[in-house]
Nanobody
Framework: QVQLVESGGGLVQAGGSLRLSCAASGRAFSSYAMGWFRQAPGKEREFVAAINWSRDMTIYADSVKGRFTVSRDNAKKMVYLEMNSLKAEDTAVYYC?????????????????????WGQGTQVTVSS
């Protein structure tokens, strides 16, 4: 079992930055791939970024590439999403998820159905 708790959301002006954190519990955390998704009002949840268990592979949605950075600290059981140059269209509830599958490809890791555990989400609002 893995429990996830996101934090760090808030209100920021366009062009600003935020750092989201996801705290995990559970002994198997370091073996899970971790991903960030977001859901804007009236829209489906969409993939944002993911990082594999060994931290040597990351995948990003095209819409955030070059602006967002995903990282993790397995010793602290933490996952981070550094968000820079924020835009109004980044406004959403952001969720972190844990995927225990050994596969880490764009096809699998961008599919929310692949994830086994989710946090409750943290709201990010970007004002234009």
């Amino acid at each position: 079992q893995v429990q996830l708790v996101e934090s760090g959301g808030g209100l920021v002006q366009a062009g600003g930055s935020l750092r989201l954190s996801c705290a995990a519990s559970g002994r198997a955390f370091s073996s899970y791939a971790m991903g960030w998704f977001r859901q804007a009002p009236g829209k489906e949840r969409e993939f944002v970024a993911a990082i594999n268990w060994s931290r040597d592979m990351t995948i990003y949605a095209d819409s955030v590439k070059g602006r967002f950075t995903v990282s993790r600290d397995n010793a602290k059981k933490m996952v981070y999403l550094e968000m820079n140059s924020l835009k109004a269209e980044d406004t959403a509830v952001y969720y972190c998820g844990a995927d225990r599958s050994v596969s880490f490809t764009r096809t699998t890791i961008t599919d929310e159905g692949e994830y086994d555990y989710w946090g409750q989400g943290t709201q990010v609002t970007v004002s234009s």
